[in-house]
């Protein structure tokens, strides 16, 4: 390949790369998202590794009477909070894309505002999390770049 061809093919994984960043960081969004609720969900822990402040007796009372788990705070009984966590592009430039994650409906609004006094930040990634997303990121560019 000459320099001029090389050029274009730039250009081109370029413009790809920029056509295809909001797309890209919505599937790496969609990642941190599992990586934190699996992370919630299967041991209690919350972003600084610290168990989440224990449920009230009288809840585990009616989590136990339900069947569900009382060893740790999972944030789990129907589903509906994790269920709508979603990600949305609040900014996007041709250079970085910006990506909020926060539940689509009002019921999952109300329910993290009040968790939000006693387990602030559930969504918030861990730091294992957070190098795997920006990772992540770094093999998105990197595709775009690579050459056989």
């Known amino acids: ?34 990586l934190v609720k699996l992370r919630i969900q299967q041991t209690g822990i919350n972003s600084d590794g610290q168990k989440f402040a224990p449920y009230v007796p009288a809840y585990v009372k009616t989590r136990k009477k339900g069947g569900y788990q009382v060893e740790f705070v999972d944030l789990t009984r129907t589903g509906r909070l994790f269920a709508g966590i979603v990600p949305t592009v609040s ?26 006094k006693k387990r602030p930040n559930i969504l918030k990634p861990n730091r294992a999390e957070q190098a795997m997303i920006q990772e992540a990121n770094r093999q998105r560019v990197f595709k775009y770049l690579k050459f056989s």
């Open 1 to 34: 390949m000459n320099t001029k061809d090389m050029i274009a093919e730039l250009r081109r994984r370029k413009a790809e790369m920029v056509s295809n960043r909001e797309a890209d960081g919505l599937k790496i969004a969609l990642d941190q998202i599992a």
């Open 91 to 116: 900014k996007s430039t041709p250079f970085s894309v910006e990506i909020d994650i926060a539940p689509a409906d009002q019921h999952g609004k109300d329910i993290l505002a009040g968790l939000s």
